[in-house]
């Protein structure tokens, strides 16, 4: 039986992850893939620390790059993370006709097209399930199992950091920085968490899913991204109050031939699956013109759930390394170059739309709001203004019907102008 060889690039939570799977399911693989899967060498900043997890006897630690460019490799498995050295090494590694695995969504969006195209012009399989939402398996759904599909909107809960700082000011009535501080103590969250709060680990996800859902690349540079901070409780119990939740959403979808995505806090009605996704779970819904609305849902994190996506993909590898005629679709569109995308400009996106208004207390500012949102054909839904006595900073909260996104953006900068308003207009859209 023929040995896949696996080079390590990394061995924190998912590597050794995968190397548990690797141990412990040997028997359901080896009988999956007719093939015995081992690691033959695992780069690492330090080779001399002992490790809690093994490895293989065969297996050795290294902390030169080109120890996993030798004949000794038949898979590059990227687990390092960053972008300029996992850049150069996946590219060196497909130049020397080396397959390559890799969970690096931040790459991925911004190098993908470039990689893509060196592994089709080799021949060989560039494979990322793990890149989005961890153990959920979103990538060969898009990829495959939906491949017949028009894909008309995509929705997910792509970072559990937010998920679940979202998730405790909402059921446990922490402010966020309390919440913030107990993602970091159990692991959710790294000390310096901007990537995940800010929205930019949600946006390098979903520009990888826009090329798989509508085979064009949408540049991550153009997609609008606003993360968790503008997230007050007072927000949240609002939300509550009209049946909502807010939820950290990534969104696409094509309108008349173009491409509206973004990454933004959203309020998702409460009877929603998706509004239910707790904790530092992920979720994506996928809606398709044939099989309708799928929702797949699970661990977006960690060694085991991650390490489980790799391993299929390194999986997916030996299959196609056993059939007759070898080849790789890496990016679901036959590996041809996938053209720009046709992007909807931010103003013409329509959505209902949440509005907090911080205002003086006074007769009338509630009814003069609401005329100069008419003027601008915003149609208020529902409404509640809430005064506390002597208190004369009164939140005004609307929630209206469908509108365009330019007269939104007009009415926040006309009354945050008003003499009345004693604070930035908090806006979000309403899924």
């Known amino acids: ?190 000390a310096d968490p901007m990537l995940d709060i800010e929205g930019f680990d949600t946006a390098h996800k979903l520009v990888v899913l826009i090329r798989l859902a509508y085979g064009r690349d949408f540049p991550l540079g153009k997609l609008p991204v606003r993360g968790i901070t503008q997230v007050s409780g007072q927000d949240i119990q609002f939300a509550r109050e009209f049946g909502y939740r807010i939820k950290l959403l990534a969104q696409a979808r094509e309108v008349d031939g173009k491409i509206e995505a973004s990454v933004q806090p959203t309020l998702v009605k409460h009877t929603y699956l998706l509004a239910r996704v707790g904790g530092n779970y992920n979720a994506v819904r996928v809606e398709g013109n044939a099989v309708g609305p799928i929702m797949l849902h699970g661990q977006g994190a960690g060694g085991a759930p991650t390490g489980s996506a790799v391993m299929a993909d390194i999986m997916a590898l030996c299959r196609g390394l056993n059939a007759p005629c070898a080849s790789f679709d890496n990016t679901g569109f036959g590996n041809t170059p996938l053209p720009p995308a046709d992007i909807l400009p931010k103003g013409e996106g329509v959505s209902m739309h949440y509005f907090r208004f911080s205002v003086t207390d006074k007769p009338g500012v509630l009814a003069s709001i609401a005329h100069t949102m008419a003027e601008h054909d915003i149609s208020i839904a529902q409404a509640v203004q809430k005064g506390e006595h002597q208190s004369s900073d009164v939140p005004i909260v609307f929630l209206t019907h469908k509108a365009r996104q330019s007269a939104v953006d007009e009415i926040i900068r006309i009354i945050d102008g008003l003499s009345v308003t004693l604070r930035p207009t908090v806006h979000f859209p309403i899924l």
């Not at 061995?11 to 995968?18: A, E, H, K, N, Y």
């Not at 081992?38 to 997890?53: E, F, G, M, S």
């Not at 120890?67 to 497909?94: C, F, P, Y």
């Not at 961890?134 to 559990?160: C, D, F, K």
């Open 1 to 190: 039986m023929k040995t896949l060889r696996l080079g390590l690039a990394g061995f924190g939570t998912v590597g050794s992850g995968l190397a548990k799977i690797l141990h412990e399911n040997r028997e359901i693989i080896v009988s999956r893939t007719g093939r015995e899967i081992a690691i033959t060498t695992v780069l690492v900043r330090d080779a001399a620390r002992k490790r809690a997890v093994p490895i293989g006897a065969e297996a050795r630690f290294t902390t030169n790059p080109d120890d996993l460019l030798g004949e000794d490799i038949d898979v590059v498995v990227e687990l390092m993370g960053g972008v300029d050295a996992a850049r150069s090494l996946i590219t060196r590694a497909l130049e020397s006709g080396k397959h390559v695995v890799t969970a690096n969504k931040h790459l991925l969006a911004l190098h993908g097209p470039e990689l893509f195209a060196l592994a089709a012009s080799k021949g060989l399989g560039l494979f990322y399930e793990a890149s989005v939402a961890g153990g959920i398996p979103i990538v060969q759904t898009l990829r495959e199992s939906l491949g017949a599909n028009r894909i008309e909107r995509l929705t997910g809960i792509l970072n559990g950091t937010a998920n679940y700082i979202l998730s405790e000011m909402t059921t446990n009535h922490l402010d966020f920085g309390t919440a913030l501080k107990q993602a970091q103590d159990l692991g959710y969250a790294e």
